[in-house]
């Protein structure tokens, strides 16, 4: 359900959290603490405010909302228990049609990624298709633990546009 | 299930976030965060980083993780949905034995003091009984804002010890 900016504004928190509470994965407190900001201009303005939040926290706070995010294609999704949102944007890159090969390669590379990192792979997978996701994961995980905390939230944040944009009307 | 502080410091972040997501009501941002940080000398030193890492969230934050606490006797209760650590805190205090007129009580003050604050009366159940809970909100209530955060966030932090004393050995 779409709601117009006018109604979002008007929402007490506990209706706010019910909306938003998982525009970051599993981290319901980054819409708690932004419903503090309203009223918001437009969904641009709420998301930014999201961005200014996570931001501004401290650096083991955004590893840790990496942490939060489920592994792509991994056992969560086999076990069907992905939030509704996590399903939609993991289909929507194909990765319901990964073979057995793709499959294997992707939960391995998983793997030796968290071994390095401590935190998931994380990437937009509405941008993305399963091509691009194979193919990210071998390049990024030659990075930095500095580059990829920056790359993975810059990915949430792309995330969390979409997940807004499934929720607030843009036609003010 | 209590586990050794060497048990804990073994954990994958998958585990530890299973064990520890919600030593912070709905807060597995927390245990998230701070699981960088180990290894842990003992459970104090546990909670010692989980209060380091609240205390330097931004302001707004700290308000968030009061937000997602649920109001004590309140709906959420009623319709059994809290947290089995929330029912289980809620029951030691006695508020399964208010009376219709001390339920009345609680539940109207409740919605004085979200209504003021914007966040609901967070006390930790376990140092307070039923009727310590509604004298202090009668009197928290006509506090500022300022002070409220900070004493429901004092509040958090021994919530956050009696959870994790429930987890975690004391004697290594």
Excluded at 85 to 91: A, C, N, P, V
Aim: glycine share 6%.
């Amino acid at each position: 359900m779409s709601h117009s900016i006018q109604q979002v504004n008007e929402m007490k928190y506990e209706e706010f959290l019910q909306v938003f509470g998982n525009v970051v994965e599993h981290c319901a407190l980054c819409a708690a603490a932004i419903w503090a900001h309203r009223p918001f201009y437009n969904v641009q303005e709420l998301h930014a405010e999201l961005c200014h939040f996570i931001d501004n926290l401290p650096s083991i706070g955004r590893e840790g909302i990496l942490r939060l995010h489920p592994d792509l294609a991994g056992r969560i999704a086999q076990l069907g228990l992905l939030t509704s949102e996590s399903k939609k944007e993991q289909l929507s890159a194909g990765l319901d049609t990964l073979t057995e090969d793709e499959r294997e390669t992707i939960m391995d590379l998983n793997e030796r990624y968290k071994e390095k990192f401590g935190f998931p792979f994380v990437i937009c997978a509405r941008d993305n298709k399963k091509h691009a996701i194979l193919t990210g994961l071998k390049i990024r995980i030659e990075n930095t633990s500095e580059v990829e905390v920056t790359t993975g939230v810059e990915e949430v944040k792309k995330i969390m546009m979409y997940r807004l944009l499934d929720l607030v009307k843009t036609d003010n």
